[in-house]
């Protein structure tokens, strides 16, 4: 079970390393967390310590005298300044007003000269609260009549892609549905019905910098420098609270410290912001893991699948309800929802289909996007319910998704891109890999189990995109995107698109930081889309540069501007051949001048069908069961990363292993764990993540390029893929080693040990099979899953 | 809500909460006031402008904070900067020879055993303590070595590639 591990794979030599390599390894890489600004202050974050309950007093008189203490600000003190943000739902407040929704929620932030001064004076700050009926799973949200948001927050400030405000009866932040055919008729007449329930734990992103802002008010203007995955997104909600022009606010994000789709949106920059408009002081806001983990997590989530089979194993219907523990504010989550309703059912054949998706608020750390985005909450069920059906009907797994998997084109959604991608191919890869290293050979007090698991999300990567690429005299690069580099590489890969186009060595090839003052409108940095979308504004701007040299040349020779033409990395111009160099300097008339190019994605042309791409995520992974601890390792994952054409292979081999060893995370180790009103855990001794010694035995890491993809030289997303199946993979290859089916995640050695009891009895009552191969066909007759 | 700064009080002077303490970083002598609550993260990075050595889990869990004193792997966000008096600290910033990266760091970056890079300066600091205590660590060694390290972007294999690299390149 243990033993050496396998070799990891060698770095290819011919090729130089990612143009952050130099900053990053000499610990001279800017980030949010060491930017500072002259007469800085610092704020502490005065923390609720409830669920729910209303503000009666709060008494900061003590916190004010104390050493070093510059002010004290609760909601009382944001005078005509926008009270809430939320670029979906307007329901969160900067600091909370007449209640608070959540333990650990902001109620006041004291500001000193350092942060010792204010984390002490913090202390001080006495809130009296009257309690209210603390709702913290989304059943009991559901069920209760108390009401966590009185309002719906309709107005002028609502609407965000078609999302609706709630309503005003109940505690459900949205609802999103989905669905066609008839699944009631169609699941009456199948062959066989299997369900699957499944509950997707709340997990915390843990990216190791944690939110951080920093703020300069000015009167006119606003500088913020952040953790934002999103800058234009902040600048929006800063703008309107501070009821600026866009232009006066700027959102400078250098590096993140790790980002994952946790730090979309807007997180602590209104606060930085309200402190230093109410101090006169720029402030810095930070927070350690506990801080962290009280301002944003990832949906939790149930999700029940039923579906109706015929005799060959075709899919008749699925009908599958999801219900996500949304926590105290809307954040993102009614965009993941949408999205979950719309992943959870597999990239399959599905003539019938009902899906009910409700997002519902609880008195918990508010939830909002977190990598795979709603896909592996619904794959979960989804993809455990292949399994589970497999061993009913008597097929391999394997086998009963290739004959439902959709062929290359296929419709999943209609209106809708068709499939862009060859999925049946990429499972048959991960199959032949998991089987050519399966465990052989029978180890005492060790169960083994392999499975394999799919996904395809229609990437929520809105085409909205500019880049500018300006060109300098020596014919070297500059280019300018809002895209944020948060660890994934995108300055690396885009300086390579920039290369290629205008036949330049990517050492000329400078890239920026997102900054708003400078740089240009960019949507998001998330769903994967940064080499696809980004990089085709970043082709775009360089056609639209070629074009500008073009005309210049053609000036300079006096010609028409359609008599020149270029290729080849050159200029042609009455039969000479002449570098964009030259072409520049001649224009300008000498060694200085430049030439720029702009470069724009929206919904149209080749963008013009959504979703830009379908993110594919193909999986399989083998895990030992040690019997006498419950304890889980995974002895082999296999991944392959569907990206159309990978620019830069290692680093797509990169996001792979990153993201499925995140999925891994959440399927064995990773919760939230509240008891009571109380996060329980908030640290990261017990809340634990991927460790060193954690990593598979063996990683096998496949890239398949078939230049399907919209984006440039057929490239598609990365970087979300390799999670989304990873839960359902290895609750389904546990529930194979177990011989019960796991009904939650994370399945810690505590939870397997249950299993692993509760397969005992049902084998002392005699409803136990034969044990079958993992993975292989099992009798169809049986309840539990085979084991080995 | 901004109030002038009230008095602080009358009575007898408040006694020193800072001692002088005087150690070797990187080579040279520094020589500061330091708080007694100041941890050496603190000290290093908001203090001595040494922003390399990062702080995330805050409770000695992930590594990110790790420099070496008197040789040795110490924890800098949970280590008071006191106590760093008289000691010999080593951060990643003292690693490269001017232009020269340190054979870890270099390792590091072939391997692109880093995304984010928060906590790739962590890693390299327990790295070159590894590659000190045993200079040709085999991959179970390399992983209970660097198993106090968190790392949430590469998955650690390209980790592990790059310390073996690291061993190639620089063992006797």
Same mark, same amino acid.
């Given at each position: ?24 390894? *000499? ?39 104390? %050493? ?46 350092? #942060? ?64 066609? /055919? ?67 606010? &700027? ?74 523990? *949304? ?48 896909? @592996? ?114 300055? *690396? ?155 830069? %292979? ?47 035995? &063996? ?90 | ?9 009358? /009575?007898?002077? @408040? ?87 340190? @054979? ?49 972007? *590469?998955?650690?294999? #390209? ?14």
């Amino acid at each position: 079970m243990t033993g050496q591990p396998e070799a990891a794979p060698v770095p290819d030599p011919a090729r130089p390393p990612r143009r952050d390599a130099w900053d990053k390894v *000499t610990g001279r890489a800017r980030y949010a967390s060491d930017a500072a600004m002259a007469n800085m202050a610092h704020a502490a974050v005065v923390r609720a310590d409830r669920a729910h309950a209303c503000i009666v007093a709060i008494n900061a008189d003590e916190a004010r005298r104390a %050493p070093g203490v510059i002010g004290v600000i609760t909601a009382d003190d944001l005078g005509d300044l926008g009270r809430r943000f939320g670029h979906i739902v307007c329901d969160h407040p900067i600091l909370a007003e007449d209640k608070v929704r959540y333990y650990g929620e902001p109620v006041a932030a004291v500001v000193a000269e350092t #942060p010792h001064e204010a984390a002490d004076a913090a202390e001080r700050v006495w809130v009296d609260y009257e309690d209210l009926e603390a709702l913290t799973t989304a059943a009991d949200a559901l069920a209760s009549e108390t009401l966590i948001h009185e309002e719906s927050y309709a107005g002028p400030e609502r609407g965000f892609l078609g999302v609706k405000p709630k309503a005003d009866t109940d505690n459900a932040a949205h609802r999103a549905e989905l669905g066609w /055919g008839d699944v009631d008729a169609a699941l009456a007449a199948a062959e066989a019905v299997v369900e699957t329930s499944a509950a997707f734990p709340l997990v915390y992103g843990y990216a190791m910098e944690t939110y951080n802002a920093l703020a300069d008010w000015q009167p006119g203007g606003l500088h913020v420098v952040s953790t934002a995955q999103h800058p234009l997104m902040v600048r929006k909600e800063l703008a309107r609270i501070f009821s600026l022009p866009l232009a006066a606010v &700027r959102v400078e994000v250098p590096y993140i410290g790790g980002g994952y789709g946790s730090k979309s949106y807007t997180k602590l920059e209104p606060l930085a912001a309200a402190a230093s408009w109410a101090t006169g002081r720029p402030v810095r806001v930070d927070t350690d893991v506990e801080g962290a983990m009280h301002t944003t997590r990832a949906d939790g989530a149930h999700v029940t699948v039923r579906t109706g089979f015929d005799s060959e194993g075709r899919i008749t219907a699925r009908a599958i309800d999801i219900v996500f523990d *949304t926590g105290a504010y809307a954040d993102n989550s009614p965009l993941v929802l949408t999205k979950s309703v719309n992943r959870c059912f597999g990239p399959y054949r599905v003539p019938n289909l009902r899906v009910r998706g409700t997002a519902v608020y609880t008195n918990t750390t508010p939830a909002s996007s977190y990598r795979g985005f709603g896909a @592996p909450q619904g794959a979960l069920a989804g993809e455990m319910n292949m399994d589970m059906a497999a061993d009913r009907l008597g097929i391999d797994p394997t086998e009963l998704r290739r004959r439902n998997l959709l062929e290359p084109g296929g419709t999943v959604i209609s209106g809708k891109r068709g499939l862009d991608a060859d999925l049946t191919a990429d499972l048959d890869a991960v199959a032949a890999e998991l089987d050519r290293h399966a465990g052989r050979g029978h180890e005492p007090g060790v169960r083994r189990g392999r499975a394999v698991a799919v996904t395809a999300s229609d990437a929520g990567a809105s085409p909205i995109s500019t880049a500018q690429v300006r060109m300098h005299a020596d014919g070297s690069v500059t280019l300018l995107t809002s895209s944020t580099e948060m660890g994934q590489g995108s300055r *690396t890969a885009l300086a390579q698109i920039v290369a290629r186009q205008m036949g330049v060595a990517a050492a000329a090839v400078a890239v920026g930081q997102s900054d708003t003052l400078y740089t240009p409108f960019e949507w998001t940095t998330g769903a994967s889309r940064t080499t696809t979308v980004v990089g085709l504004a970043v082709k775009a701007a360089c056609e639209d540069l070629w074009r500008k040299l073009r005309a210049m040349a053609a000036e300079s020779a006096g010609i028409d501007p359609d008599e020149a033409t270029s290729g080849g990395g050159s200029i042609q111009v009455a039969g000479a051949d002449l570098a964009p160099a030259a072409v520049i300097r001649e224009w300008f008339g000498a060694d200085a001048g430049e030439a720029v190019g702009i470069g724009v994605v929206r919904g149209h042309g080749e963008t013009a069908l959504l979703p830009p791409f379908w993110e594919i995520g193909a999986v399989g992974v083998e895990v030992a069961v040690d019997e006498t601890t419950g304890e889980v390792t995974v002895e082999h994952l296999v991944t392959v990363g569907d990206v159309g054409h990978a620019i830069e %292979p290692d680093l797509v081999k990169g996001q792979d292993l990153g993201a499925a060893t995140q999925g891994l995370g959440i399927a064995l180790w990773e919760e939230m764990v509240y008891e009571g009103e109380q996060l329980t855990n908030p640290n990261l001794i017990e809340y634990r993540v991927p460790r060193f010694t954690d990593m598979p035995r &063996r990683i096998t890491s496949v890239l398949a390029e078939r230049g399907d993809g919209a984006g440039p030289y057929g490239a598609k997303g990365a970087g979300e893929g390799a999670l989304n199946p990873v839960p359902a993979a290895v609750a389904a290859a546990v529930g194979r080693a177990v011989g019960v089916w796991p009904t939650e995640l994370p399945l810690t050695p505590a939870r397997v040990w249950a299993l692993l009891r509760s397969a005992a009895e049902t084998e002392a009552a005699g409803l136990a099979k034969p044990p079958t191969a993992a993975g292989g066909a099992a009798p169809s007759t049986v309840r539990g899953p085979a084991a080995e | 809500m901004t109030e002038p700064r009230p008095p602080e009080g009358e /009575g007898p002077a @408040p006694a020193a909460t800072s001692v002088v303490i005087a150690f070797r970083l990187n080579g040279r002598r520094v020589e500061t006031l330091a708080p007694v609550r100041l941890t050496a993260a603190e000290l290093l990075r908001d203090q001595l402008g040494l922003t390399g050595t990062k702080v995330s889990c805050g409770i000695q869990v992930c590594g990110a904070c790790t420099v070496l004193v008197d040789g040795a792997p110490a924890s800098s966000c949970c280590l008071l900067a006191v106590d760093l008096d008289g000691t010999e600290v080593v951060t990643v910033e003292g690693l490269a020879q001017g232009r020269e990266l340190h @054979p870890v760091q270099e390792a590091f970056a072939a391997a692109n055993a880093l995304q984010c890079g928060y906590c790739t300066p962590g890693f390299v600091m327990m790295t070159v303590a590894l590659l000190a205590a045993d200079p040709r660590p085999d991959r179970a060694a390399v992983r209970e070595w660097l198993d106090g390290n968190l790392c949430r972007c *590469t998955g650690y294999a #390209p980790i592990e590639t790059a310390v073996i690299l690291a061993a190639e390149r620089t063992a006797p």
